[in-house]
């Protein structure tokens, strides 16, 4: 994998791959990309693109947060299905993560349905831990866990790994 880009608002040039992508795996859930433009070019937002090797450079994964004041929010992240469990999803939080306590925040928030046993799993391994439910929340009638993750301080890592763990 190429190293991620920090895409801003006035570089989208990926839309139509990221609306692809986010299509495929969200499905019903899926934003447009009209939508993923908007939310990328809201300011205080962050989009982390990934992209393949070279020749074909395609979008393979990207993660978009918002921060507020004192807490970031991981709007979404997403990893092509045939590259999932291969670390790019680990490496995009810690990109997110990083970028959030850089930008002012202590805490990073995030919602995900109870039925997506693969991201709480995820999740909970990067240290996140549920502070709320939304009952009926998505359109299949499944509730979102509402799950934060303290951030440590940028100094907190003595490897210079760059890896924020809990």
């Known amino acids: 994998m190429s190293a991620l ?4 608002p006035t570089d ?23 939508a993923l433009a908007e939310l990328a070019s809201t300011p205080g937002r962050r989009l982390l693109v990934t992209e393949s090797e070279e020749p074909d450079r395609a979008v393979v994964g990207y993660a978009l947060t918002g921060v ?4 970031a929010e991981l709007l979404r992240i997403g990893v092509a ?3 999932q469990r291969s670390g790019i999803a680990s490496t995009l939080l810690d ?6 306590r850089e930008s002012g925040a202590d805490r990073m928030l995030l919602e995900v349905s109870v039925a997506n046993a693969a991201a709480l799993a995820f999740y909970s391994r990067c240290g996140f831990v549920e502070i709320d439910r939304r009952g009926h929340y998505y359109r299949d009638g499944s509730d979102a866990l509402v ?7 940028l100094d907190s890592d003595p490897s210079g790994s760059g890896r924020m763990e809990p």
């Open 5 to 8: 880009r920090l895409v801003g």
């Open 68 to 71: 507020q004041g004192d807490f």
């Open 81 to 83: 299905a045939r590259l």
């Open 12 to 34: 989208l040039s990926d839309l139509a791959d990221l609306a692809l992508l986010e299509q495929s795996l969200f499905g019903a859930e899926a934003w447009s990309a009209q």
């Open 95 to 100: 990109a997110a993560l990083r970028g959030a």
């Open 147 to 153: 799950l934060q993750r303290d951030l440590p301080p």
